[in-house]
Structure formats: C-alpha cells, structure tokens
C-alpha cells in the first residue's frame, strides 16, 4: 500500500469490552509508532518498536493497554476492559528507520467507549 | 502531561498574509519536526531541522531553531485558506525513543 493504514477506522465499544486496533505500517519501515489523540490536542506517545522489538512502552496509561508487533510488520494495539477516559483517536506512525526519520501517520482509529 | 508547550494556541489571518507560530521544549534534541493536521484528517510532515541547524526553508514554509533556549519557530509566508489546520511540532529527546508532540497551534486563513 502507498500509506500507512489503521483498522477499523471508528470503533464504539461498551465499557469493560476488550477491543484489538490494527495498524498497516508502509512496507519496509523499520519503527512503528502508537499514539493517542484526544480532542483539541496533539498526539501523546504510547509505545515505540523497532521491527519487532518494543523498545519504549512509557506512554502506555494503565497495563490494561498492550501492544505487539510480531513480525515486525502490521501492530495491534490491544485495550482490555475499557473504560470511558480511552476514548480518543489512536494513531499509528511508521518511519523508515529510527526515531529522527519523519513520521507517516495512519487515519486513525476513533474510539468512542459508552 | 507530556506535551511541548506551543503559542499561540490560536492564530486568524487573512489570506495573504503571514503565520509564525512557536514551539518551546524541554530537553536536549536531535532534531525538531513540523507536522501539519487538517481538520477530519491526519497528520502530515512538514519539514525537520536537525539540532546543528539553525534555520531551514521548504516552498513557503521557514523554520527556525534555538536550541540554547529550546525553542522553534514556524513561518507560513503568503497563507491560503487551504493552509488552515492545526500546527504540532514534534521532538526526540537526544538517546531516546519517545516522540513528544506540542499542544499546537490553531491556524484559520480566511479568504
């Protein structure tokens, strides 16, 4: 694919319920990034892999929240009973090499928690 | 929070004229990026200035680095209204993995 794709693109799920964010990075890119967006803001970090290695899971907010990216390639971006303070839009951001290489974002995921 | 400060938070200009916007941080830096976020849309890079640079230029876009008083400036010269979108800069503390975004600046372009 030309860009970064992320699936699905809106998800609403009732508290409590587990969901799984899927993130296409562009073929080649060696880092893959999560980030989180909530309203009127800019993306706070989650979680950094270079290829299949997760090198920074600071920013992820409560071990509820996980992530993996097994072969280096397409990540998942796992939340387990949800609560309604993650409700935002997920980002997910590819980049050919490290972490000083710019940055490719996906659409989003929007995540509304009732 | 882990976010850069940004200001204006806000910025109205009419078409034609110029934006600059800022960006504060707070640690040491490789480089310093720009991106851009239209409305419903996704984020898009614009321009990166390394930490030994000082200035850089891209078609209407100028930016500028201190990195002795952990700041940047992005200059949209000539605006359009198409330019309308919020502004986020975006930075790597030096050895590290995490990327640190500002809080970004809202910029409308009337026409």
């Known amino acids: 694919g030309a860009g970064v794709s992320q699936s699905p693109r809106y998800k609403v799920a009732k508290r409590g319920q587990d969901v799984a964010l899927r993130c296409d990075p562009i073929s080649g890119h060696v880092s893959l990034f999560w980030y989180q967006q909530a309203l009127g803001q800019g993306p706070e970090f989650l979680t950094y892999f270079q290829n299949e290695a997760q090198l920074d899971k600071s920013g992820l907010p409560s071990d509820r929240f996980f992530a993996e990216r097994p072969e280096g390639s397409v990540s998942t971006l796992k939340i387990q009973r949800t609560q309604q303070e993650d409700s935002a839009v997920y980002l997910c951001a590819s980049s050919l090499e490290g972490v000083t290489y710019e940055q490719y974002f996906g659409p989003g995921t929007r995540l509304t928690v009732t | 929070s882990q976010q850069g400060e940004e200001d204006p938070q806000a910025l109205s200009i009419q078409e034609g004229e110029n934006a600059t916007m800022n960006c504060s941080y707070k640690t040491s830096i490789n480089n310093l990026q720009w991106y851009r976020q239209n409305s419903g849309r996704g984020l898009v890079h614009l321009i990166l200035?390394?930490?030994?640079?000082r200035e850089k230029h891209s078609g209407r876009l100028r930016v500028t680095l201190d990195t002795s008083k952990k700041s940047s400036s992005l200059l949209i010269t000539a605006s359009r209204a198409a330019d309308t979108a919020s502004y986020f800069c975006a930075t790597v503390e030096t050895g590290g993995f995490k990327t640190i975004f500002g809080a970004g600046t809202r910029l409308f372009v009337k026409a």
């Open positions: 200035i390394r930490s030994n640079e």
